[in-house]
T-cell receptor, first 112, second 116 residues
C-alpha cells in the first residue's frame, strides 16, 4: 500500500464548476500536507501548504486536512481552463522535512 | 529572481552507460532534493543535500548517487543505466529544507532521461 493514495482520474468538469480533489494517507506521523500543480512538461509548483488538521484558503483554492480520517482535500472554486493540470497531493513526516511523499496525481481538465 | 535550473533538459542513453544530471538552485537556497517521476510510480524522493552533505535518502539502489558543491549546485549520477531508469528527474531547492510554510521547495523543469 502506498503511503499517499490519490485517484488518478482523469477528471473533466465545465468551466465555473467547483472541483474537489482528494487523497488519503496511511502514516500517522505525517504532519505537513501539500498540494502541487504540475503543467505538462513543467516541474510541480506548490499551491497549498497545511500543517496538521484544519482548513486553509488562498483565493479560489481551499485545502482541508482531517487527521482523524487521514483525508486530504483540495477544492477549486470558479474553475478556469487555466486550472487544467495534474494535481498532486503530498505529505511529509514531522522529522524528515525534505522527504516528501507524493500521491500519484489527478489529471484535471476544465472544459470551456 | 531566477528559478531552479536543470541541465540538460533531455538526454538519451543506452543500457549500461552512466549519466550525470545537474541542478542549480535558487540563489541563497542551501537544500537541494532530487526526485524521480515515472508514469507508474509517480514522484519518488531520491535524496536531499544540505551544505554539501546528504541529509536524507529515499529507497533507491546505490547506482543512484549525488553530491553538492560549496555553491549549493548539485549533481546526480546514475551508473549502469537500466531501461527502468527512464524518467523525468526533478530537482527542488529550498532555503534550509525545514518543515515550515516559509521554507518552500521550488522545483526545476526536470531532465527527461530516456534509456534505450
Amino acid at each position: 500500500q502506498k503511503e499517499v493514495e490519490q485517484d488518478p482520474g482523469p477528471l473533466s468538469v465545465p468551466e465555473g464548476a467547483i472541483v474537489s480533489l482528494n487523497c488519503t494517507y496511511s502514516n500517522s506521523a505525517f504532519q505537513y500536507f501539500m498540494w502541487y500543480r504540475q503543467y505538462s512538461r513543467k516541474g510541480p509548483e506548490l499551491l497549498m501548504y497545511t500543517y496538521s488538521s484544519g482548513n486553509k484558503e488562498d483565493g479560489r483554492f481551499t485545502a482541508q486536512v482531517d487527521k482523524s480520517s487521514k483525508y486530504i482535500s483540495l477544492f477549486i472554486r470558479d474553475s478556469q481552463p487555466s486550472d487544467s493540470a495534474t494535481y498532486l497531493c503530498a505529505s511529509r513526516h514531522y522529522s524528515s522535512a525534505s522527504k516528501i511523499i507524493f500521491g500519484s496525481g489527478t489529471r484535471l481538465s476544465i472544459r470551456p | 529572481k531566477a528559478g531552479v535550473t536543470q541541465t540538460p533538459r533531455y538526454l538519451i542513453k543506452t543500457r549500461g552507460q552512466q549519466v550525470t544530471l545537474s541542478c542549480s538552485p535558487i540563489s541563497g537556497h542551501r537544500s537541494v532534493s532530487w526526485y524521480q517521476q515515472t508514469p507508474g510510480q509517480g514522484l519518488q524522493f531520491l535524496f536531499e543535500y544540505f551544505s554539501e552533505t546528504q541529509r536524507n535518502k529515499g529507497n533507491f539502489p546505490g547506482r543512484f548517487s549525488g553530491r553538492q558543491f560549496s555553491n549549493s549546485r548539485s549533481e546526480m549520477n546514475v551508473s549502469t543505466l537500466e531501461l527502468g531508469d527512464s524518467a523525468l528527474y526533478l530537482c527542488a531547492s529550498s532555503l534550509r529544507g525545514l518543515p515550515s510554510s516559509t521554507d518552500t521547495q521550488y522545483f526545476g523543469p526536470g531532465t527527461r532521461l530516456t534509456v534505450l
